[in-house]
């Protein structure tokens, strides 16, 4: 059974900062790319980062240079280290694995920037 566990998220200031952290069971987690996706009301889900099996990053263009993903293969888990936090990156923050055919996703966790 695959389970995609986030946590991490909260209320922050704006300017502040939060990591968000996604540990997975049931996959061989090295093998899968990963990312983080994050979906406001009434929008569309969207990508924030991802990481390959190999380490290679890409990042939306809203939060590069604030946001950095990272994955660690001997925990199962990818991080989300967000930065400078803007009242627009206030949503839903969803963990995503992906490999060959097999795509999972996590619960979701509330990120919100307010003063």
């Known amino acids: 059974q695959v389970q995609l566990v986030e946590s991490g998220g909260g209320l922050v200031q704006p300017g502040g900062s939060l990591r968000l952290s996604c540990a997975a069971s049931?996959?061989?987690?090295?093998?899968?790319?990963m990312g983080w996706y994050r979906q406001a009301p009434g929008k569309q889900r969207e990508l924030v980062a991802a990481?390959?099996?190999?380490?290679?990053?890409n990042y939306a263009e809203a939060v590069k240079g604030r946001f950095t993903i990272s994955r660690d293969n001997g925990k199962n888990t990818v991080y989300l280290q967000m930065n400078s936090l803007k009242p627009e990156d206030t949503a839903v923050y969803y963990c995503n694995a992906k490999f060959s055919f097999r795509d999972h996703w996590g619960q979701g966790t509330q990120v919100t920037v307010s003063s």
């Open positions: 990481i390959s099996s190999g380490d290679n990053t």
């Open positions: 049931g996959i061989i987690f090295s093998r899968y790319a």
